[in-house]
């Protein structure tokens, strides 16, 4: 892909900030029958970039569905600074992450903290900044925080993961340290992929992207490289017990899976506790992608994008032996970043539904899932002309997220 074409293309998703109050939601009455009817009409009408065609019913364009229980939502604050990932504490409230290198606490109501200072220095271009976050499952005793950023290396730069300790009074992050870094470095501001999460052994999963260029693009498939793939890590940064390449020649034992372009969301489902993620495509081609120990999940060999210019990628392939095929996946792209699973009773339709933060179609995209496949799709928040950054549900059963305007918002029942 032409730099200048690439630059120009997310230049043109990059819009600024708007303040206003929005505290309504869903018209009361909005039906939806009970199981989705995969017949109604897909919430997507623009055309696809490309011809290409599905690897099975229901792969893209699912029928619509809407929520019937009223909801709402609110704005609980504009005055966060290119928030990225927010996480509950056990007390309910959120820790938020902004770019440039600060953590903030927001009560539910939207009272934000200081900035919380501490952290290593941040590479703040493009793509780069602080990414997401996660708290130590044991943080009530232990206060223990993990994220990933963007460092600068004398090479270039790098997906980076560190840890520190919350201090008493949350102003600071105490004894910072930088536990892994996803080499090799490269200098580009683009594809950190950058989300973390624990998951039931006390390991911690992370997210790289390929870092976008045309050289580095082939790392993706590269087991000798940690670009372009999902990771298992220990709190001390080392490869996590039983990953599937430990032991193997010429491949990193961190790794848990590979063929990915750039991993923005990350999340348990919480019935199955399977892994899921969300990639960013070219032009078309974002996927939703079930995780597997050890699978291929086929970048850039397979897509069902093209490139920004219009042009093919590779050899203009969609299936191929040896690498899965995406469960979902949108054309045009809605720009997929972080993503939750609603296991909360407030709502109870959407238990187990997927919740996806899209950036360039400024919505909040809704997925039910049944049987490892999408069975209806909806917008939400679609007139709110948001970036939508990361969502996440809180400990009171509401969603929360974040947009890159600085907005925090508050979805819940009526």
């Known amino acids: ?20 109050m929005v505290a309504c939601g869903q018209k009361s009455g909005t039906k939806t029958e009970t199981t989705p009817d995969s017949t109604a009409a897909p919430v997507e009408t623009s055309k696809a970039n490309s011809d290409y065609k599905p690897a099975f019913p229901g792969q893209t364009r699912i029928g619509s569905v809407k929520t019937k229980t009223p909801y709402e939502f609110k704005v609980l604050s504009n005055d966060l600074k290119s928030p990225w990932g927010v996480t509950s504490l056990p007390d309910g409230r959120l820790l938020i992450t902004e770019k440039a290198g600060v953590l903030r ?16 220095a941040v590479k703040l271009a493009g793509q780069g900044g602080l990414l ?7 943080f009530s005793n232990n206060r223990m925080v993990y994220w990933v950023f963007s460092e600068q290396r ?51 999963v992370v997210s790289t992207g390929e870092r976008s260029d045309l050289e580095t693009r082939p790392l993706a498939q590269d087991l000798k490289a940690a670009l372009g793939k999902v990771l298992r890590i220990t709190k001390d940064g080392q490869a996590a017990p039983g990953n599937p390449f430990a032991g193997k020649p ?21 019935t199955t506790g399977d892994l899921w993620e969300t990639e960013f495509g070219p032009r078309g081609g974002d ?82 899932i049944e049987n490892n496949k999408v069975t209806g799709e909806e917008r939400l928040l679609a007139d709110e002309g ?27 029942k009526k």
């Open 105 to 120: 606490i927001a009560t539910t109501d939207g009272k934000l903290s200081e900035p919380i200072t501490g952290l290593p």
């Open 250 to 270: 010429d491949a990193r034992p961190e790794i848990w899976s590979y063929g990915h372009r750039n991993v923005q969301g990350l999340a348990f489902h919480p």
């Open 132 to 138: 997401g976050i996660t708290i130590d499952p044991d």
């Open 1 to 20: 892909m032409h730099k200048y074409l690439k630059h120009q293309y997310l230049t043109m998703l990059c819009i600024g900030g708007v303040t206003t």
């Open 154 to 204: 004398p090479d270039g730069t790098l997906t980076a993961v560190a840890k520190g300790k919350l201090s008493a009074d949350e102003k600071k992050i105490e004894n910072a340290t930088i536990i892994y870094r996803a080499t090799p470095a490269h200098k580009s501001d683009l594809h950190y992929g950058g989300r973390i999460l624990f998951d039931k052994t006390g390991n911690l």
């Open 287 to 368: 996927e939703l992608n079930r995780i597997e120990p050890g699978k291929n999940y086929g970048w850039p060999t397979i897509t069902y994008g093209i490139e920004y210019s219009g042009e093919k990628i590779g050899d203009a392939i969609q299936k191929k032996d040896g690498m899965e095929q995406p469960v979902y996946y949108w054309d045009p792209v809605i720009s997929p970043s972080g993503i939750t699973f609603y296991s909360g009773s407030q709502i109870p339709e959407w238990k187990d539904n997927l919740f996806i933060a899209s950036l360039s179609r400024t919505h909040i995209d809704r997925l039910v």
């Open 386 to 412: 948001q970036r939508f950054r990361d969502v996440t549900e809180g400990k009171d059963g509401a969603l929360y997220a974040v947009t890159d305007m600085g907005r925090l918002y508050k979805i819940s």
